[in-house]
């Protein structure tokens, strides 16, 4: 007898809400291949499907969701993934690791003046915050006190995983918060990994130029440390194809601007895994601030928080009166996969659509966190901005192509430092016309920086955006840093040494990534020892109006190699003429810096060894990144006063002396210098 149609329903009302079911351990036993549905071309998560329920199953050490898709398996209560089944792959993460050691969130932190401690952030309580027939949110919650764990960073961390029914993927974030009154501390390091099984994710992709087949951690352990442990020479990798390059997770490392999809492609079969983020809004120090991506591992990152390419001082500090909270994230980690006959090629593709699609619809409506705002509950700030600067036109230039954004409030050029709020950045066009969108409600300023001109610009009255707001600033005028007209100029200003003299890298430490990346060609390993082999009689000199920076300008001022470990200091010469010199008069010296690592640098004028240096910046800079392949750290803008008897009519010389010489990859990579003449009257 077939059972009563109301029991049908119910039955089927029962499969459309979450069925919780405890004690679920399909890991292991369960059968059931989540991409067993055939289709041909690629797959994403907004393809419909009649598989659209999500089950939910939780046990004393785990919960799985599968969502038809894909089972996803996060250890209970620390809230650590430790199983993706996806496309016949039975856990895409390595499963040769421990089960806190494939998909977790970590925070590297430290009390004031003590060492650093790494700690890897495992939930105390399980809580599913939301669920509806579509879409599930749990929680994983750590809540400190004075008597928890010393090694538990001092802070309540809600790690969240949404799952929705019809998507390849899930979405993750953390809610941080402390109140007043808890323990000084200063925290480097908030982000996300993921490490993918090793035998069947060996192809990465960064970019539509930076991708290939990559070494295997195997690869690193059998080869050989370079100057620093992240950089090995692969001695004697498995494929003989890699013998003899250079790996450096470092290499990988792109601007938090365009770093929005990155991840590793299975071959056999096809299937990729993705780190998808979709704002820059949570991340810390602006739009240029680089970071790391995915690596030989295989492992793909998403990085919130970190000192890297910047130095301890972008690095979170809090005191004990200080209350905070932030939510890092949601980012999407999508699987996409294709069939055999389309091959891993278009995976990339997709992810990158896939990408855009986030974009779109950023900031998600999904989220069950009153901490994370939607589309309504923000606002929007527009605008155009001009350049006005006299000695280049009479008339106002547009701000073409201008870094314009929202931050917390600071002086000018403050929010590459900024790193405790939200950050909302722009690109103007050509007209400088600009739209800062879907901005959270708070206190900012705005700021901006325009390629081609020195300074940085800032609106000088506070902006408060409010839910739904919609600002409109009118015009804008920023008025570059200017004394009087150019003389002569080396660079282009733009924040970056990219257009000086990138040397080839040694035969014999290539990564073959970048043979054909010219854009990217300054990500190679130990470009910075090619200065003494090129400059080994004596240092750099530049001739104004003979010489080219494109050819003659080395992209860095390193320190001198002088053997047995030891280095020495440089210094640079810029030899110009100068017609005549008017007396009594103010000249300026316009010296941007695109980097700085425990640098000194000192100016001197016509005499290489008069003590004091006309001008010494003092001790700069921890953004290491010339040993981390980094084309520019942080910008450092120095407006030098040069009155006029340190000049003379004929031929003069410009001493550019990096006085700190203890490693290799001390040094300063030079933005853009300009010598302006006396003002005109
Ligand atoms: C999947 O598609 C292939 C080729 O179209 C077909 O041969 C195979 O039977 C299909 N498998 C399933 C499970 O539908
Ligand atoms: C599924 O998607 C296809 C292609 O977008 C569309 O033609 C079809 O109507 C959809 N079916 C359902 C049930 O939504
Ligand atoms: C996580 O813990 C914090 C601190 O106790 C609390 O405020 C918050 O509501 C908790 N989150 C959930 C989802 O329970
Ligand atoms: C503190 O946590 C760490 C890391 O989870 C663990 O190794 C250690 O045993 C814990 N110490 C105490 C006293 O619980
Ligand atoms: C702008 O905001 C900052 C930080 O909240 C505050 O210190 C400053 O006084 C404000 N400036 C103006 C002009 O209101
Ligand atoms: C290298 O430096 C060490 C320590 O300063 C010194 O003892 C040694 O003699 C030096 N070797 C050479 C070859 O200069
Ligand atoms: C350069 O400065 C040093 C130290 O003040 C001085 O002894 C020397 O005479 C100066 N050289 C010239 C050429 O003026």
């Known amino acids: 007898m077939p059972p009563p149609p109301f029991v049908l329903s119910l039955l089927l009302l029962l499969l459309l809400q979450i069925v919780v079911v405890v004690g679920g351990e399909w890991l292991d036993s369960a059968p059931t291949t989540p991409g067993s549905r055939n289709e041909t071309g690629t797959r994403n998560s907004a393809a419909n499907s009649s598989v659209g329920v999500l089950l939910l199953s939780a046990s004393t050490d785990q919960v799985v969701i599968d969502n038809g898709l894909l089972h996803v398996a996060i250890s209970v209560p620390g809230g650590d993934v430790t199983g993706i089944q996806y496309n016949g792959l039975d856990n895409v993460l390595d499963v040769l690791n421990n089960d806190d050691n494939r998909g977790y969130w970590d925070v590297v932190w430290n009390l004031p003046g003590h060492d650093i401690i790494f700690d890897r952030v495992h939930g105390s309580t399980y809580k599913i915050v939301s669920e509806s027939s579509d879409q599930i949110e749990i929680s994983f919650n750590r809540t400190w006190s004075i008597s928890t764990n010393d090694t538990f960073v001092p802070m309540n961390i809600d790690k969240r995983y949404i799952f929705r029914s019809g998507c390849s993927g899930f979405y993750t974030y953390a809610i941080f918060d402390r109140p007043e009154g808890w323990?000084?501390?200063?925290?480097?390091?908030?982000?996300?990994?993921?490490?993918?099984?090793?035998?069947?994710?060996?192809?990465?992709?960064?970019?539509?130029?930076?991708?290939?087949?990559?070494?295997?951690?195997?690869?690193?352990?059998?080869?050989?440390?370079?100057?620093?442990?992240?950089?090995?020479?692969?001695?004697?990798?498995?494929?003989?194809?890699?013998?003899?390059?250079?790996?450096?997770k470092y290499q990988y490392s792109i601007e938090n601007q365009y770093n929005r999809v990155h991840g590793w492609i299975c071959d056999e079969p096809p299937a990729g895994f993705w780190m998808i983020t979709p704002s820059n809004e949570f991340r810390t120090a602006g739009p240029v601030k680089q970071d790391l991506t995915s690596h030989v591992g295989p492992i793909t990152l998403s990085m919130f928080v970190s000192t890297h390419y910047a130095g301890k001082e972008v690095g979170m500090k809090f005191n004990s009166g200080e209350a905070w909270r932030k939510v890092f994230g949601p980012v999407f980690v999508y699987l996409n996969s294709a069939s055999p006959e389309d091959g891993s090629n278009s995976l990339w593709e997709d992810a990158k659509r896939q990408m855009y699609g986030e974009v779109k619809i950023w900031p998600y409506d999904f989220t069950a966190c009153d901490d994370f705002p939607n589309a309504e509950q923000r606002g929007s700030v527009v605008g155009q901005l001009f350049v006005h600067d006299g000695y280049i036109s009479e008339q106002d230039m547009y701000g073409a192509s201008a870094y314009v954004g929202l931050a917390a409030p600071g002086p000018a050029g403050s929010w590459q430092r900024e790193n405790k709020g939200y950050q909302f950045w722009t690109r103007a066009n050509k007209r400088g016309l600009f739209e800062i969108e879907k901005v959270r409600a708070g206190d900012y300023n705005l700021y901006a920086w325009v390629p081609g001109f020195i300074g940085d610009y800032k609106y000088d009255t506070n902006i408060t955006i409010t839910p739904g707001c919609s600002i409109d600033l009118g015009t804008l005028v920023y008025e570059p840093p200017r004394h009087g007209p150019t003389l002569w100029e080396i660079g282009i200003p733009d924040r970056t040494a990219a257009e000086f003299y990138i040397p080839s890298p040694y035969p014999t430490l290539m990564n073959s990534l970048y043979t054909d990346n010219r854009k990217s060609r300054f990500r190679q390993y130990g470009l910075w020892d090619r200065y003494a082999d090129l400059y080994q009689e004596h240092d750099l000199i530049f001739t104004v109006g003979t010489d080219h920076y494109r050819k003659d300008w080395f992209y860095a001022q390193v320190t001198r190699n002088a053997g047995n470990t030891t280095y020495q200091s440089t210094t640079f010469q810029i030899v110009f003429e100068l017609q005549q010199v008017n007396d009594m008069s103010t000249y300026y010296l316009q010296l941007a810096l695109a980097s700085a690592m425990e640098s000194d640098l000192q100016v001197r004028f016509n005499n290489a060894s008069v003590e004091p240096a006309h001008f010494s910046t003092g001790p700069i800079g921890q953004d290491n990144a010339i040993a981390r392949h980094g084309i520019h750290g942080l910008y450092w803008l120095y407006g030098i006063e040069v009155p006029s008897f340190q000049l003379h009519g004929g031929i003069n010389t410009i001493y550019l002396t990096q006085a700190s010489a203890k490693t290799p990859f001390q040094g300063v990579m030079y933005d853009y210098i300009r010598l302006e003449g006396p003002p005109e009257t």
């Open 183 to 248: 323990p000084d501390i200063e925290i480097d390091q908030v982000r996300i990994v993921y490490k993918l099984r090793e035998d069947k994710f060996q192809y990465m992709a960064l970019s539509d130029d930076s991708q290939r087949f990559m070494p295997t951690a195997g690869d690193r352990s059998t080869g050989l440390p370079l100057a620093y442990p992240e950089a090995v020479l692969l001695t004697n990798p498995e494929n003989q194809e890699f013998r003899g390059e250079v790996d450096d």
